[in-house]
């Protein structure tokens, strides 16, 4: 398996906080069966502007601890990049990463309470110079409600979803679990990624995520097509979008949003 979003470097952001933690990290993901990281640490502009160079180098360092130490999993580079309307104008600078430094794949983070409105805009820019964006964990911002319908509405501008797989086991709240499964059951997820900061509570696992899809009967080519997915933005190859499926929304929730 490939974890396409992992804050597994250490000391550059606020997931691991040092070499000893982001080997523990490295550990735990193999040991689910990882063999690939894309290292995804916040860029934030004005704010957290972590050089292009920084990653790579903290990716190499990473790498040969890693092979030092016996573990056969290889980290990758990339960021996780927080939306401003000037991110565009700064990928173009090349001070931002894209996922495994392959112009082809970004991951981009929205804030968590207020959707900003031009955010299709920076999917339509990206998609102008042939990148497709990735938007990080969409279960877990609040103005995503019951219908998904900016959820589709992002698909059909281009852009990539992923959830986290923390996300499915429950790790924030029944809510955003409920969603999570929910998201995936209407073929709205492209990506099942770990977004993981630590050795606790936050790690690098998916395998548990993928039992609990299974129970909840997702189809196994489904489940497929998500793994397969993420080696496609390893490899920078195009990906197919299944069609989602249309939510029924049940009456109530109709009435609800009339008042
Ligand atoms: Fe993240």
Redesign the pocket.
């Known amino acids: 398996m490939i974890d396409i ?1 992992c ?1 597994i470097l250490p000391n550059i952001d606020d997931g691991s906080s040092s070499m000893e933690t982001s080997i523990e990290m490295a550990r735990i993901a193999l040991e689910d069966g990882i063999k690939f990281i894309i290292a ?1 640490p ?1 860029y934030i502009e004005y704010e957290h502007e972590i050089p292009r160079e920084a990653i790579l180098k903290n990716c190499q360092e990473l790498n040969q601890f890693l092979i030092q130490k016996g573990i056969e999993l290889k980290i990758l580079p990339g960021a ?1 990049v927080f939306i401003s309307p000037t991110i565009v104008e700064s990928y173009k600078k090349g001070k931002i990463i894209s996922l495994n430094d392959g112009r082809k794949y970004i991951l981009i ?1 929205l804030p968590v309470a207020a959707y900003p409105e031009y955010t299709e805009d920076i999917i339509f820019e990206f998609k102008v110079m042939g990148i497709t964006p990735i938007i ?2 969409i279960e877990r911002y609040f103005y995503v409600k019951d219908d998904f319908e900016l959820v589709f509405r992002l698909i059909n501008k281009g852009a990539l979803i992923q959830v986290n797989s923390t996300s499915v086991m429950g790790l924030f709240g029944k809510e955003v679990k409920n969603k999570s499964i929910d998201l995936i059951k209407h073929r709205l997820v492209h990506f099942i990624a770990s ?1 993981a900061h630590t050795t606790r509570g936050r790690v690098p696992k998916i395998s548990e995520a993928l039992e609990i899809l299974r129970k909840e009967r997702v189809d196994e080519s489904y489940i497929d097509y998500i793994l397969i997915n993420s080696q496609k933005v390893v490899r920078g190859e195009e990906i197919e979008i299944l069609d989602p499926i249309k939510k029924k929304v049940k009456w109530f929730y109709r009435l609800k949003r009339r008042f």
């Open positions: 979003h804050h995804t916040h996780e983070e990080a964990h977004d």
